[in-house]
């Protein structure tokens, strides 16, 4: 049995990921595009990214 990897392109909206990290408690995202492995995004790097968007509230925890 194989699981269905979730991935993001690099231009999907980092609000759209809030909901991996915070409701599905992911640590890490892989980035792909064209089917090819091009980053991953880590809860880490989701923090600083979320505090540039003007009003925008989210709890990471």
Do not use: C, W
Not at 33 to 60: C, F, K, T, W
Request: without cysteine.
């Amino acid at each position: 049995m194989s699981r269905r990897v979730v991935t993001v392109e690099p231009s999907q909206p980092i609000q759209d990921l809030v909901p991996y990290f915070v409701e599905k408690s992911f640590n890490y995202i892989p980035v792909v595009e064209n089917q090819h492995l091009i980053g991953i995004i880590s809860r880490a790097d989701m923090i600083p990214a979320l505090q540039q968007l003007p009003n925008q509230q989210y709890v990471l925890t």
